[in-house]
C-alpha cells in the first residue's frame, strides 16, 4: 500500500474547508495505473464544487484533471507501462492528490514537447474551448467571436484557438490590468465589462457588426448584454457562472433578439466515452501544434496551498491558468 496525501472536504463552503490528508492507496485495480502526480489543474468548476453552488456528496476529493508518471499497472493493461507520463480531465473527483489509481480509458500520453506544468494548465480548458469551437459553434474565418473573461483560463484558450481559425475576436475582461493578457492571447479588441456599457464598446470595437457566437462564462454580470451582442441567427453559448447564475429569461427573447440559439454545454458530456475522449483530444493535440492553444500560467502553488489557489482565483486577481505543483 502507498500512502497519498489528497484534498479532503467534510463540508461545502470558503476556501477554508479544504483539508489535506493521508489516506492509503491500494494498488490499481484492473484496468487502472497507478500514478505518481505532478502537476494538478485548477478549474473553476472546483470552486462551484467546493463552495455547493454544484454539490458533492461528502466526504469528497476535489479537482478533475492531472498529469503524472505511471508507477504501476493493474491487470489486463496493455496501453501504458511504468515511466509513462500521462494526463486525465475527467476521472472522476479527486485530481488533488499526490498520487492516485485512474482508469487507463479515462489517459492519454502527454506529448514529449509539452511540459507536465504546461498539460496540466491547458487539458481540461483546452478540452473545453474545442468543443465549443468545433462543435457548440463552428468558428470560421471571418466571424465576430466574444469570448467573456478572455484573461483567464479558458477564455485565452477560445481567443486564441478562434483568433488562429480567422475569426475576428472580441474579449472582455474584468480590470483594465487584464487587457495585455487577453491580446496577448489573442484578442483584437479587449473590452472592461466592469462598465455598464460595455455591450456598445463591443459593438463599437467590430464596427457595428454582431457576434456570430458569444462564449459566456460570467453569465450574471453578462448574459443579457451576450444576447444585445449577438447577430440574428447566431449562438449564445452560455458555459459557467463565474458571477453567479444567469438571469432567467423569456424564451421570446431570443426571438427579439433575431432568433438566436442558446446552449447550456459541459465538457463531460461531450466527453462521456472512451472513443470521444481520445478523439477531443486528438483534436486538442493537433490545435495545440497549429499553435492555436496559448494561455499563460498564472498561479502555481503546492498541494498544501490549494485552499490559497482558490482564493486566488476568487479574488480575480490572477490572469491565465492556475496549476498545483505536489
Ligand atoms: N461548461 C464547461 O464545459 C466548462 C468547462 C470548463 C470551464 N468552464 C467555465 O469557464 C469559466 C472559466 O474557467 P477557468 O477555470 O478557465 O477560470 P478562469 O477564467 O481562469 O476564472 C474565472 C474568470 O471569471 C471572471 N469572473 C467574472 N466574475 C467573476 C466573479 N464574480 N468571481 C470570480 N471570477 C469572475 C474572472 O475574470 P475577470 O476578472 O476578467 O472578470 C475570472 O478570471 C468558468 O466559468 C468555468 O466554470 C465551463
Avoid at 494538478?40 to 503524472?68: K, W
Avoid at 465549443?132 to 484558450?157: E, M, W
Avoid at 499563460?296 to 479574488?315: C, M, P, T, V
Wanted: proline share 5%.
Amino acid at each position: 500500500m502507498t500512502t497519498a496525501r489528497i484534498v479532503s472536504l467534510s463540508e461545502m463552503g470558503s476556501a477554508d474547508v479544504i483539508k489535506l490528508i493521508d489516506k492509503e492507496l491500494p494498488p490499481p485495480a484492473k484496468g487502472e495505473v497507478q500514478l505518481h502526480q505532478t502537476a494538478i489543474g485548477f478549474n473553476f468548476i472546483d470552486v462551484y464544487q467546493r463552495s455547493g453552488v454544484y454539490p458533492l456528496d461528502l466526504p469528497t476529493g476535489l479537482g478533475h484533471e492531472a498529469v503524472g508518471v505511471v508507477e504501476a499497472v493493474g491487470e489486463g493493461v496493455d496501453r501504458f507501462k511504468i515511466g509513462d507520463r500521462v494526463m486525465y480531465m475527467n476521472a472522476g473527483i479527486g485530481a488533488y492528490a499526490n498520487a492516485r489509481n485512474v482508469p487507463v480509458d479515462k489517459l492519454v500520453s502527454v506529448p514529449d514537447n509539452i511540459s507536465d506544468e504546461v498539460a496540466a494548465a491547458v487539458f481540461f480548458k483546452a478540452m473545453t474551448a474545442q468543443y465549443l469551437v468545433q462543435k457548440t459553434y463552428k468558428v470560421k474565418a471571418g466571424d465576430v467571436v466574444l469570448v467573456h473573461a478572455a484573461a483567464g483560463g479558458v477564455g485565452q484558450i477560445l481567443a486564441s484557438w478562434a483568433k488562429g481559425l480567422g475569426a475576428f475576436v472580441v474579449g472582455t475582461v474584468g480590470s483594465p490590468a487584464k487587457f495585455a493578457a487577453a491580446k496577448e492571447a489573442g484578442c483584437d479588441a479587449v473590452v472592461d465589462y466592469s462598465n455598464a456599457n460595455w455591450a456598445e464598446e463591443v459593438l463599437k470595437a467590430t464596427g457595428g457588426r454582431k457576434a456570430n457566437v458569444v462564449y459566456d462564462s460570467v453569465a450574471k454580470d453578462t448574459f443579457l448584454g451576450s444576447l444585445d451582442c449577438t447577430a440574428p441567427f447566431g449562438t449564445v453559448a452560455l458555459f459557467g457562472a463565474a458571477s453567479g447564475p444567469a438571469p432567467e429569461i423569456q424564451p421570446d427573447i431570443l426571438n427579439k433578439k433575431g432568433c438566436l440559439f442558446l446552449t447550456r454545454p459541459s465538457v463531460f458530456p461531450h466527453n462521456a466515452t472512451p472513443a470521444l475522449f481520445q478523439e477531443n483530444a486528438k483534436a486538442v493535440f493537433e490545435a495545440i501544434a497549429q499553435g492555436y492553444v496559448k494561455v499563460q500560467i498564472g498561479g502555481k502553488f503546492s498541494l498544501e496551498q490549494a485552499a490559497d489557489a482558490h482564493r486566488a482565483a476568487e479574488s480575480r486577481k490572477v490572469t491565465g491558468a492556475i496549476i498545483l505543483v505536489p
